[in-house]
């Protein structure tokens, strides 16, 4: 590289400090956001301001509609631009990774969006469901647990879960959900599923009863439960007139579990 300053000469000059590096960096982003409400860089002409506009907006939303497809079916094109664009202008992410932009955009439906008139009311619980099996695909292998005995007694040891099993719960039965069938109103008690991954890295759904989504939670809130004690716990809640009924079912639910790998075994007191 040439010491001498004419070197430079008939190139675009550099900026005069980083500060206004940053403030030209801040303005040309703040527009992309949002055109309607911050102008252009004044220098930049528009036809080439066009290009990066329709490149950005439309990187994120094809990426989003392929990541959500059953949303996206959903909703017309002027509903689907209008959340894209809001999402893009409003939502503060918390991470530069494109790969997380999914989870960035079911944070910004469930905590941060206003209700629209166009928008489903199952929008925010769908977004979690779709969004749900590509986090757990790529979510890390745990590494190995050497204090899980896989061959333990699940209802007298502490049956331990799996950290690729999720169980969640939805206000709508957000598997039945596509552009022909949209409730509108949510049913009378949550529809519960379980997710995970099984050893050949293929990610699973499985509807949860009453007694097999509490037995989860309470597993999951309360390692150090042992099977029969969690069980006992539920009893104690139906006030089932038939506990043992209740035990051996149970049972049978974590033994399930266990052929799943969902509970790979129990953990030592």
Not at 80 to 87: A, G, M, S, V, Y
């Amino acid at each position: 590289m040439s010491d001498n300053p004419s070197a430079n000469s008939g190139r675009n000059p550099l900026p005069h400090s980083s500060g206004n590096f940053i403030e030209r960096q801040i303005e040309f982003a703040a527009h992309l956001r949002d055109p309607e409400r911050h102008p252009a860089p004044a220098d930049v002409e528009d036809r080439r301001m066009q290009i990066y506009r329709d490149l950005f907006f439309n990187n994120i939303s094809s990426f989003l509609a392929n990541t959500f497809p059953v949303l996206r079916s959903c909703l017309s094109d002027a509903a689907w631009r209008q959340l894209i664009r809001d999402f893009y202008r409003s939502h503060a992410s918390r991470t530069p990774l494109f790969t997380k932009l999914s989870r960035e955009f079911v944070t910004y439906l469930s905590e941060e969006r206003t209700a629209q008139p166009a928008d489903p009311a199952f929008m925010s619980d769908l977004a979690h469901y779709e969004w749900i099996e590509a986090d757990l695909l790529m979510s890390p292998d745990p590494n190995p647990d050497t204090s899980i005995d896989a061959t333990g007694d699940l209802l007298e040891g502490r049956p331990a879960l799996s950290p690729l099993a999720w169980a969640f719960a939805y206000r709508f039965a957000v598997n039945e959900i596509d552009r022909d069938n949209q409730p509108t109103e949510p049913l009378d008690a949550p529809v519960h599923f379980l997710v995970y991954r099984d050893a050949a890295d293929r990610v699973k759904f499985v509807n949860l009863n009453i007694v097999s989504a509490r037995l989860f939670e309470l597993l999951d809130m309360h390692p150090e439960l042992s099977g029969r004690e969690a069980l006992d716990v539920i009893v104690s809640e139906l006030q089932h007139p038939n506990p043992e009924a209740v035990i051996e079912g149970g049972r049978a639910i974590l033994e399930k579990w266990h052929e799943m790998g969902v509970v790979p075994g129990t953990r030592s007191a």
